[in-house]
């Protein structure tokens, strides 16, 4: 939801840069002097007005008489004939629904009683000696020569290259 918001504003952040980008570059259209002009315009002559002959006049139309709407008879209410009555139906009877016999709770047999075993016995087992560690000899450390490096040394800072501004006590 939050990218469709932020995608929406950059969509109108771009539009008005683009409409005042315009408006900038009108402007300054506008506010620039027109060019002079090297070649005058040639004088146009100016053509007679024509005359036109006066407007027809339109005769009025005698106004047309609608004849009055011929009044509708007022037509007699049909009777209509009463609603039939409904016989009433006698209710049939249902029988009473037959009682369910009780059913006897089965006895079941106590639980037979787990004789209890006795634990057997675990023989302790003798812990196994190992061998001692092999000891390892001692190698003598190779020398091994270390060349000379000589050190690098920086070239001359040239002068005045930096002003090293003074400091205030």
């Given at each position: 939801m939050?990218?469709?918001?932020?995608?929406?504003?950059l969509v109108l952040l771009m539009a008005l840069l683009l409409s005042c980008s315009g408006m900038s570059t009108a402007a300054r259209l506008l506010e620039e002097a027109a060019p002079k002009e090297e070649y005058p315009h040639p004088a146009v002559p100016e053509l007679p007005k024509p005359e036109?002959?006066?407007?027809?006049t339109?005769?009025?139309?005698?106004?047309?008489?609608?004849?009055?709407?011929?009044?509708?008879?007022?037509?007699?209410?049909?009777?209509?004939?009463p609603h039939p009555t409904v016989p009433e139906l006698p209710k049939p009877e249902v029988p009473a629904h037959p009682a369910v016999p009780e059913l006897p709770k089965p006895e079941?047999?106590?639980?037979?009683?787990?004789?209890e075993l006795p634990k057997p016995e675990v023989p302790e087992l003798p812990k196994p000696e190992l061998p001692p560690h092999p000891s390892v000899p001692e190698l003598?450390?190779?020398?091994?020569?270390?060349?000379e490096v000589p050190k690098h040394e920086l070239p001359p800072k040239p002068e005045g290259h930096y002003q090293v501004p003074e400091t205030k006590p």
């Open positions: 939050a990218a469709k918001s932020t995608m929406a504003s036109l002959p006066p407007h027809p339109v005769p009025e139309l005698p106004k047309h008489e609608v004849p009055a709407h011929p009044a509708v008879p007022e037509l007699p209410k049909p009777e209509l004939p079941l047999p106590p639980h037979p009683a787990v004789p003598p450390k190779p020398e091994v020569p270390h060349p």
